[in-house]
């Protein structure tokens, strides 16, 4: 067996459990439309149209491969980037910035996270590291609190 049909195989086996079918159903489809009890007897073919299925079928999407040793990254919190829509609109509100909008806002946060790792930086805040989102969730508060500082003392 090659690896390439070892991979096949694991690679179905994770998508029989992500997808919402028994074993009586998924026997039952590998003895109707492919004439094996098991998926370690299908072609490398049928294989590949046996993963089309599920995506056909059933929307699954194989997740990519993460590097070995490394955890997949973290996504920010909603709480932290409804923040930063907040703490956005907060700045617009007291005259400090022109534009308050959502895309205003999405522009900023790219802006912002231009890096080596990220040349174009993060184009949906949705997708900030928590280490990303908290950075700019402080920048923001920093600012906001020379904003409103300088608007008191009327400078």
């Known amino acids: 067996m090659t690896n390439h049909k070892k991979a096949l195989i694991q690679k179905a086996a994770i998508g029989r459990r992500q997808i919402p079918i028994d074993d009586e159903a998924y026997y039952t489809l590998l003895r109707t439309r492919y004439g094996v009890e098991s998926s370690k007897d299908l072609s490398v073919k049928q294989l590949g149209d046996l993963l089309g299925l599920y995506s056909r079928q059933f929307g699954w999407e194989p997740k990519p491969k993460t590097k070995k040793g490394k955890a997949p990254k973290a996504k920010a919190a909603q709480a932290q980037v409804r923040l930063i829509f907040v ?27 231009v890096s080596d790792e990220q040349p174009e930086g993060c184009a ?11 950075g700019l969730v402080e920048r923001l508060k920093k600012w ?8 008191k003392t009327g400078s």
Request: glycine residues 4%; charged residues 35%; aromatic residues 6%.
């Open 144 to 151: 906001t609190e020379r904003v409103e500082r300088r608007l």
């Open 124 to 134: 949906d805040p949705n997708w900030l590291t928590p280490k990303q989102a908290s």
């Open 87 to 113: 703490l956005w609109r907060q700045l617009a509100e007291l005259g400090e910035i022109r534009d308050g909008s959502r895309e205003a806002t999405v522009s900023w946060v790219q802006k912002q996270t």
